[in-house]
């Protein structure tokens, strides 16, 4: 079992950056494949940004240049910078952790809000 805790969203203005954090717990943090999905109002939840347990990255085209996404296996916690924020970064982001067997969880998401 593993139990993630998002952290970092907020209000900011067009242009502007956060960073998201989740923390996870409850499990080898290590062998999990981690990754960033967001859902907008009215939207289907859209995957982000994913990175391995060996550290490759991926993006989805939109946030590419802009967002990167990284891990500290000895803080268990997994990071996305968000960069160049536009209004339809808007959503609450999730984080979705799958160990290589494929058992999966979701933390419980963060509100990010880009508007002036």
């Known amino acids: 079992q593993v139990q993630l805790v998002e952290s970092g969203g907020g209000l900011v203005q067009p242009g502007g950056s956060l960073r998201l954090s989740c923390a996870a717990s409850g499990s080898i943090f290590s062998i999990y494949n981690m990754n960033w999905y967001r859902q907008a109002p009215g939207k289907q939840r859209e995957w982000v940004a994913g990175?391995?347990?060996?550290?490759?990255?991926v993006y989805v085209d939109s946030v590419k240049g802009r967002f990167t996404i990284s891990r500290d296996n000895a803080k268990n916690t997994v990071y996305l910078q968000m960069n160049s924020l536009k209004p339809e970064d808007t959503a609450v982001y999730y984080c979705?952790?799958?160990?290589?067997?494929?058992?999966?969880?979701w933390g419980q998401g963060t509100q990010v809000t880009v508007s002036s």
């Open positions: 990175i391995t347990s060996g550290g490759a990255t």
């Open positions: 979705y952790a799958q160990r290589p067997t494929g058992t999966a969880y």
